[in-house]
């Protein structure tokens, strides 16, 4: 029982079809519940306010924003070296997810900023660098769109990702320097590694879970599209030859 | 590998090869700046170093879509892809001219431009330093660019959003060695991290552009 | 019943308004898309069996199937 077994689109779109309502609904639960919670049920912060319900929000699309795109790194290699086909169409149906996420992240943060930093956009090393991250998603998304034969693209678009994620890793570092001298103190940086009280953390913990289980509900529902696509290309390619 | 870098360059520099385009292109930016942010010398020369690496960048961008489409158009990106030399090598050839072409000349035209912007005086040298050392990578990592939208009609706005991004990191530190260097500050490790991106860019890319020029020609 | 944001009830109600709208956007998109796909392969795959099962009989074996 491997996971190999899933590269064959016809077992994939077998197990994800039974598997996406459990997902779904597990999603649902999660996601519903813990900004439901993170919302009514927690306190306002000492500092900031009522605006940190933002971070049930903010924090799970910011990692989910990287998350996706990790992922689609390790589906555009098993691509290139295994030539599995399902795995070339996750990463394509995974990106407009990861640009979602990202730009949810975006949002949340400039809105976020606006009543801490008296600006709408600031740029924070952590949110120029979501702004990059964002502009490599497009990218991705639009050589998918512009080249014709499916096959080209996943080649194309998977050399993109892997070259794409050591320039988003360099520019995580470079902005890191390129604002060091600013907004020092200032910075959203309410990730788990920063003291968040157990008040918040529980909360928070279950809206990353809720993103995380709404993002692997998109990518199935996605990919199953995706698959879904292939066949019938080939299949209307094949009308074509015989008539 | 000579013979097509020296093929490159003559055919960059005659007659519709546009050569000079980049460098009229750095020098409207320049002029074009002030004109819409105001004379104010202080201002200007607070932003000129980023200024003209951004000129640098969108120069260098101009001419990248001809790098390969030409010879795909016409078949001999064919010939050159099956010829003895590497692909990676012609790669490395053309980002070369390409550099020769674009790069070199924005370096030697970017003192100039920084009088126009009012650059402060320390920051001349490393103007021309950060250039000479960041601009290859621009080359290289276009020709990556390039060799992704090669088969593509339009290809070029593509292009653009494909490879600008990948240029932030160089923008960065080459814009930051220029500022701290025109402001007295220690600029080492911006040049250390310059230098660095420029040659990981020179060994990595080129093979992922072959690659991409393969599947392309497919 | 929702709780007292205080001066900031508009930045919060703001982002999780945002927020929710995008995430609802990328759902249905992603819904219509599938069924939309669904759909269409359903249809092409009706012809692909129909005209076989008649050629099956007068015409076996003379196209592969």
């Known amino acids: 029982m491997s996971i190999w077994e899933y590269a064959n689109p016809k077992k994939f779109m077998q197990t994800s079809g039974w598997l996406l309502p459990w997902v779904t609904g597990l999603a649902l639960v999660c996601l519903i519940g813990g900004l439901f919670w993170g919302f009514f049920l927690t306190p306002d912060d000492y500092k900031q306010g009522s605006t940190v319900k933002i971070i049930y929000i903010h924090v799970p699309a910011a990692i989910l924003g990287t998350s996706v795109w990790f992922m689609m ?41 606006q009543p801490m930093w008296g600006t709408w956009w600031a740029w924070d090393p952590r949110l120029t660098a979501f702004l990059i991250l964002g502009l490599f998603y497009l990218g991705y998304i639009a050589l998918w769109a512009a080249v014709d034969d499916p096959d080209t693209a996943a080649d194309l678009t998977s050399v993109l990702c892997i070259v794409g994620s050591v320039f988003a890793f360099l520019s995580r570092y470079a902005v890191l320097f390129w604002n060091q001298g600013l907004h020092q103190g200032a910075s959203l940086s309410l990730d788990a590694q920063e003291n968040v009280s157990d008040v918040y953390a529980w909360p928070l913990w279950t809206c990353i879970a809720g993103f995380l289980l709404l993002f692997v509900t998109l990518v199935l529902l996605r990919t199953r599209t995706e698959v879904r696509a292939r066949r019938m290309a080939a299949l209307l390619a094949r009308e074509r030859r015989l008539a | 590998m000579r013979a097509l870098f020296l093929r490159d360059l003559t055919l960059a520099v005659r007659a519709g090869g546009g050569f000079g385009l980049g460098l009229a292109f750095f020098l409207l930016v320049a002029v074009l700046v002030p004109l819409g942010v105001g004379p104010d010398a202080a201002t200007l020369g607070r932003i000129a170093p980023g200024v003209l690496w951004v000129g640098a960048l969108l120069a260098c961008l101009l001419s990248l879509d001809r790098l390969f489409a030409l010879d795909f158009e016409d078949g001999s990106l064919d010939l050159l892809a099956t010829a003895p030399l590497p692909l990676e090598g012609v790669v490395m050839a053309k980002a070369l001219a390409h550099w020769v072409v674009t790069g070199l000349p924005l370096v030697l035209a970017a003192p100039v431009l920084g009088v126009v912007l009012n650059l402060a005086p320390g920051g001349y040298l490393w103007l021309v ?15 990556f660019g390039a060799a992704l939208t090669v088969g593509l009609k339009r290809g070029g706005l593509l292009m653009s959003l494909l490879v600008l991004p990948m240029y932030v990191p160089t923008l960065i530190f080459g814009a930051e060695v220029v500022r701290r260097g025109a402001g007295g500050l220690d600029f080492g490790g911006a040049l250390v991290f310059l230098g660095a991106i420029t040659l990981g860019a020179l060994a990595l890319l080129p093979f992922a552009a072959a690659a991409a020029i393969r599947v392309n020609l497919r | 019943m929702i709780p007292d944001l205080g001066k900031y009830a508009g930045a919060v109600m703001g982002a999780y308004g945002a927020s929710i709208a995008l995430l609802a956007l990328l759902v249905l998109v992603s819904l219509w898309q599938a069924a939309r796909m669904k759909r269409a392969l359903d249809e092409v795959e009706a012809r692909a069996k129909a005209p076989v099962a008649e050629e099956a009989a007068p015409d076996k074996g003379a196209s592969d199937v």
Request: net charge positive; hydrophobic share 60%; glycine share 10%.
């Open chain 1, 73 to 113: 790194l390790v589906t555009s290699l098993i691509w290139l070296i295994r030539r599995h086909h399902v795995s070339a169409l996750a990463a394509k149906a995974a990106a407009p997810i990861g640009l979602t996420f990202t730009l949810i992240g975006l949002v949340t943060g400039a809105i976020w900023g």
């Open chain 2, 129 to 143: 330093v950060s250039l000479l050392v960041g601009t290859p990578a621009l080359s290289v990592i276009g020709a």
